[in-house]
């Protein structure tokens, strides 16, 4: 199990200098609107993942009047001795360190698995296939070791290919590269399979003990699934051909999340979709932890929006449960935080935090 011991944040957003000494399991930040709650997970966000989940480029999450920042945690996983991971952003750019020596955003991402459950993830339900197919590549990115690698083949491929078909390469040229994605696709394409199948079970106990009705998964590779993806490049050339990029492969796969046989966004409201994505995310790790031996931290934001009092308390019972750590943070004491029996509390105002006991 990786946790965050403690961590440092300067000049990050609103937030005055802070150190913070979180608890391994439950760990709950309160305060207003505006106060730098979601900011302190945004942080951790950079610190793990090297991006913002509010899509902010690096230089806007300086304080004002600020031109760097620099978040850092000691984290540790299981027995090992703790790392201190580090990231600073100044005018240079972002730089990444371990224990003093500088690494790589992939490799941090590594060394702190990090799972973000905030209100704009209804976007996995609501919106574009490119949501649920990032949330897909990060859970595989985690537990199978040779994803990476092949999403980067077929990434190569695909702009390469593409290049070709704008510049109006020679036949052969592009021959090469369709035969270099079809591998590369139907590879990949197999990953992801493995991975959705892998998550439907724990999905549906998750679901059962959140108060859900059942969610089931579904993944369109991109093509037709009758014929293999050479097939499918070949019949589409002439189209790939006028259209000047390239129309079938698993950068259009589509992960459909289904309740009651019918589509998740039309058919639970939006305080369930909320819990559904609950659901999928501890799902998510459950998989981690029993393939990877993986339990990713848990970011929440804004717990008690759009959830009510039953759906409140079933998610704490969740979050009290799960085997690894969580960073929540809420507007208000709801009754259901307050009745958590584990967990260390954090007030937040005006950008500075402090530790109640």
């Known amino acids: ?18 150190r913070l000494d979180l ?53 540790r996983s299981s ?11 100044d ?15 992939v490799e941090q991402a590594r060394r702190l698995p990090l799972q973000m459950i905030e209100p704009g993830l209804h976007r996995v339900v609501e919106d574009g296939p490119a949501y649920r197919r990032r949330f897909l590549d990060w859970g595989m990115f985690h537990v199978e070791p ?28 592009l021959q090469a590269w369709t035969n270099e994605l079809a591998h590369s696709g139907a590879r990949l394409a197999a990953l992801r399979d493995k991975g959705v199948a892998a998550l439907q079970a724990p999905l549906q106990q998750r679901c059962a003990a959140l108060g859900l009705e059942a ?17 499918a490049l070949s019949a589409r050339a002439e189209q790939d051909q006028r259209q000047r990029t390239t129309t079938v492969g698993p950068h259009r796969c589509e992960l459909r999340i289904s309740v009651a046989g019918q589509s998740a966004r039309d058919h639970v409201s939006r305080g369930q979709q909320k819990v559904l994505l609950v659901a999928l995310s501890l799902a998510q ?59 260390r509390w954090f007030h937040v105002e005006h950008g500075r935090i402090r530790r109640k006991d």
């Not at 993986?294 to 019972?317: I, Y």
């Open 285 to 343: 790790a459950d998989v981690l932890q029993s393939a990877a031996d993986v339990v990713p931290v848990l970011l929440m934001d804004d717990f008690t929006a759009e959830l009510g009092s039953g759906f409140q308390a079933r998610v704490v019972q969740a979050l009290s449960d799960y085997p690894g750590q969580s960073i929540v943070t809420s507007l208000e004491h709801s009754p259901a935080m307050l009745e958590a029996a584990r967990g």
């Open 146 to 173: 040779s994803y990476l690698e092949a999403w980067r083949a077929y990434a190569r491929a695909l702009k390469q290919r593409n290049a070709a078909l704008r510049s109006g390469q020679s036949a052969a040229h």
């Open 1 to 18: 199990m990786t946790h965050i011991v403690d961590c440092t944040i300067r000049q990050f957003r609103c937030l005055a200098d802070s």
């Open 215 to 231: 969610a089931e998964l579904a993944l369109l590779p991109g093509w037709d699934p009758d014929r293999s993806l050479a097939d």
């Open 79 to 89: 027995d090992a001795p703790a790392d201190r991971l580090n990231l600073q952003f």
């Open 23 to 75: 608890d391994p399991s439950l760990n709950w930040f309160v305060g207003d609107n505006g106060a730098g709650k979601t900011s302190v997970l945004e942080s951790l966000y950079w610190l793990a993942r090297g991006k913002s989940f509010r899509g902010a480029p690096a230089a806007r999450c300086a304080r004002s009047a600020a031109t760097a920042w620099n978040v850092s945690a000691r984290i």
């Open 91 to 105: 005018p240079g750019g972002l730089v990444a360190r371990c224990n003093e020596a500088t690494t790589t955003l």
